[in-house]
């Protein structure tokens, strides 16, 4: 979910009761709830590890090291050295572990972010320092380079635009001492840098860029790719864009959602309400309904859940959720109907037809992470160090296996 960092005003709120909800479990569960363990994780997950991104299989987890998967989840391009000053460049196959392509690059690099579509990948420096004044970055597919930008400035790969052409990155702000950055579009081609357009599709004017201070806290595609949602907290006087060309300034939301279309290059900002961004950065978590329609955002040390609408941008309903301490992560089922809150050990279900809860239960362990299985029979849970799955109705605990060095369950990988 992450490419920032490893959504605007507020229209047509409305409040609904968040009660009734069944308990399926307390602190202790109950006798006969739980199933016998099963012997491997019956899915194939894409996790982060103390040493980097890995595949898990079954019982085994194959490390990729320096890599970054392509936005569908089905492939990822991974680094490494491959002799003196060279860095070798391999396309794997998640659902297989084949390779499927590779080359080799001159110099030492990492991959940062890949495009919607996956052909391309972005890299820089290993060795590039986050206080800079130069910017180097390579853009390759799986076979030969493509583009070498060379920039004066600090910037850092954020996303693809759609069509290959462009690339979003993190204008660091001083370079040398950044404290603050805004997201800029270079043209591959020419390789500079210019603004970003407004929703009306009206290149943002010198000084009304977006400047933001805060923490990226998480970021998701639309399902279509076409649209980027990051999760921003904590920003201190943030002024939006549309605010600084109407030339006036508004006192500004605490946590937001940056809404970045990649196809056409605008970005927007929609405001969450207080209190989402009062509290820490990790309790929030953002996922979207696989539709696309419906952005959803959870602050769980208020206990509250933001529901938006993906067309119009705006905050549809604000309802209670249960409140937590700890790293939040959700997750979305298939079909649309549950939302999946983990949140400390307890995980909360949410009906997403009736804004209201539909179950809770104990998670075992401090929850790092939550996907579903393709088919929606299970829910899976990121612990330190291990993967557990339980039945995402009726909340029996499935299995559980040791992963040591897990650190945040990403997602599953799509079957083959």
């Not at 050295?81 to 499927?100: E, F, H, I, N, Y």
Request: charged content about 20%.
């Amino acid at each position: 979910m992450t490419t920032r960092r490893t959504v605007l005003t507020l229209a047509g709120a409305g409040v609904a009761a968040l009660a009734g909800g069944a308990v399926l479990a307390g602190r202790d569960e109950p006798a006969g709830r739980t199933a016998a363990p099963s012997a491997a994780v019956p899915d194939r997950l894409l996790v982060d590890t103390a040493s980097g991104l890995a595949v898990l299989d079954g019982r085994t987890s194959i490390p990729l090291g320096a890599a970054v998967p392509t936005p569908d989840g089905m492939r990822a391009y991974a680094t490494a050295p491959a002799g003196a000053g060279r860095t070798g460049l391999r396309l794997l196959d998640l659902r297989s572990g084949g390779v499927l392509d590779r080359a080799e690059l001159a110099g030492s690099w990492v991959p940062r972010v890949s495009s919607p579509d996956g052909d391309l990948v972005a890299l820089t420096p290993s060795t590039a320092a986050h206080g800079r004044d130069h910017s180097t970055v390579l853009v390759s597919d799986a076979r030969t380079t493509r583009y070498r930008v060379e920039l004066a400035g600090n910037y850092e790969p954020d996303a693809f635009g759609r069509s290959g052409v462009g690339l979003f990155v993190l204008d660091w702000l001083p370079p040398a001492a950044p404290d603050r950055y805004r997201v800029r579009l270079i043209d591959l081609a020419t390789g500079q840098p210019g603004p970003l357009y407004t929703r009306d599709k009206v290149p943002v004017p010198p000084g009304a860029e977006e400047e933001m201070r805060g923490q990226g806290r998480q970021a998701v595609y639309a399902p279509d790719r076409g649209t980027l949602f990051t999760l921003y907290t904590n920003q201190p006087d943030h002024l939006h864009t549309r605010d600084l060309v109407a030339g006036v300034k508004m006192t500004e939301a605490n946590a937001f959602v940056h809404t970045l279309n990649v196809e056409l290059g605008w970005a927007y900002c929609l405001d969450l309400p207080e209190p989402f961004g009062d509290g820490p950065a990790a309790g929030h978590t953002v996922a979207v309904t696989p539709d696309g329609r419906r952005l959803l955002v959870a602050d769980h040390t208020s206990g509250k859940l933001a529901v938006a609408d993906t067309e119009t941008l705006t905050v549809t309903s604000v309802v209670p959720v249960r409140v937590g301490v700890g790293s939040a992560a959700s997750a979305v089922s298939p079909d649309g109907g549950r939302l999946y809150l983990g949140i400390g050990s307890e995980i909360h279900v949410v009906d997403l037809t009736t804004l209201t809860e539909a179950a809770h239960w104990p998670a075992f362990g401090d929850v790092s992470g939550l996907t579903l299985s393709a088919d929606g029979r299970r829910l899976l849970v990121g612990y330190p160090h291990a993967v557990g799955w339980f039945d995402p109705v009726a909340g029996t605990r499935l299995g559980r296996v040791d992963v040591p060095g897990l650190t945040w369950l990403r997602r599953t990988v799509p079957a083959i």
